[in-house]
Nanobody, 126 residues
Framework: VQLQASGGGLVQAGDSLRLSCVARGLIFNNYDMAWFRQAPGKEREFAAAIIVTMSGDRTYYGDSVKGRFTISRVNTKNTAYLQMNGLKPEDTAVYYC??????????????????WGQGTLVTVSS
């Protein structure tokens, strides 16, 4: 399994960015996808997840990004996205995409996602 994250960069506060995560080596539409982020000197934290359910995809967001970030997926492209609007300096972090199945676990927990990408750096200047 390989996850390739891209789309990071240096932006100003208030700007937008869209991160992409291309997955290879798995049946993409069977997997939950998530984005976590890790700021310098801090723990890796949950940002967003899109969960596969019988009734369709369900999305979850961390409190710090709710209302500003949107997670989505295009199964025909094996790609998950994180649209980030209204970026703030405190959003500066390395963003990691992850794949897994949260059945029986928490969508917010890193332990639910065994597969991880390499990370893409987002820097937001004030």
């Amino acid at each position: 399994v390989q996850l390739q994250a891209s789309g990071g960069g240096l932006v100003q506060a208030g700007d937008s960015l869209r991160l992409s995560c291309v997955a290879r080596g798995l049946i993409f539409n069977n997997y939950d996808m998530a984005w976590f982020r890790q700021a310098p000197g801090k723990e890796r934290e949950f940002a967003a997840a899109i969960i596969v359910t019988m009734s369709g995809d369900r999305t979850y967001y961390g409190d710090s990004v709710k209302g500003r970030f949107t997670i989505s997926r295009v199964n025909t492209k094996n790609t998950a996205y994180l649209q980030m609007n209204g970026l703030k300096p405190e959003d500066t972090a390395v963003y990691y995409c992850a794949a897994g199945n949260s059945d029986g676990g928490s969508v917010y927990s890193r332990d639910s996602y065994p597969y991880w990408g390499q990370g893409t750096l987002v820097t937001v200047s004030s």
